[in-house]
């Protein structure tokens, strides 16, 4: 907020912005209404379950995707139990296909 005492005077204050918007599809994923997810199996103690998503950004801004793990009812996993890596990523539209495992 800019103010003068003076009522007689005036500011003219340039603004500039940056149109556009981002435009990521999700590769190896399934969706149900409106997530996405994909299917682990069965998730036991001390063994490794791998499944590797492509994120696809074809517009012309950056996207910021987040990664969340949750069971089949919906509640978050603890992350002491599971993990993404990257849990979560800034998709450039010039460098546009991000994997995570």
């Given amino acids: 907020l ?5 009522k007689d ?7 500039s912005g940056h149109g556009g918007l981002s435009q990521v599809s999700v590769l190896n994923a399934q969706q149900s209404s409106s997530r996405l997810w994909v ?4 998730i036991t103690p001390n063994t490794r379950n791998t499944a590797r998503i492509t994120l696809h950004n074809t517009g012309t801004r950056a996207a910021f995707v987040s990664g969340v793990l949750e ?3 919906g509640y978050p996993i603890p992350s002491n139990l599971a993990w993404i ?3 979560h990523v ?3 539209p010039t460098t546009p296909h991000v994997n995570c495992t």
């Fill in 85 to 87: 890596k990257p849990d």
């Fill in 2 to 6: 800019v103010q003068s005492k003076n």
């Fill in 71 to 73: 069971d089949e009812e």
């Fill in 9 to 15: 005077v005036s500011f003219n204050i340039p603004l």
């Fill in 39 to 42: 299917d682990m199996g069965d």
């Fill in 90 to 92: 800034l998709s450039s």
